[in-house]
């Protein structure tokens, strides 16, 4: 465990992922992390969960851009296609040819 700050609101933490239990490997992970962030306190990261829902619900079409698979969101070749670039996480679906 390391003692850290959180990357948006400064509040004293710990971090477990180095050892690879850290709590935040409970809840889904976030895309678009800025340059320069690290970890979120709780708080922070159920904020940036939620925004990033919101996000997802108002401007993409189930199916269309996305599909659920066991709780986690898939992005499709189409959606990729309409983002522009690559992200280079590696998706399942990137018409970019990335691979991990």
Request: hydrophobic share 25%; proline share 2%; charged share 25%.
């Amino acid at each position: 465990m390391q003692l850290k700050s959180c990357s948006v609101c400064s509040a004293d933490m710990t971090c477990g992922s180095t050892d690879e239990q850290c709590w935040c490997m409970a809840y889904e992970p976030i895309s678009g992390v800025e340059d320069g962030k690290d970890c979120l306190c709780e708080a922070c990261l159920k904020e940036a969960l939620a925004k990033e829902e919101a996000v997802l619900n108002k401007f993409l079409v189930q199916e269309d851009d996305y599909y659920i698979e066991n709780g986690f969101y898939v992005f499709t070749r189409s959606y990729h296609l309409k983002r522009g670039s690559c992200c280079k996480n590696g998706c399942r679906h990137c018409p970019y040819g990335y691979k991990k």
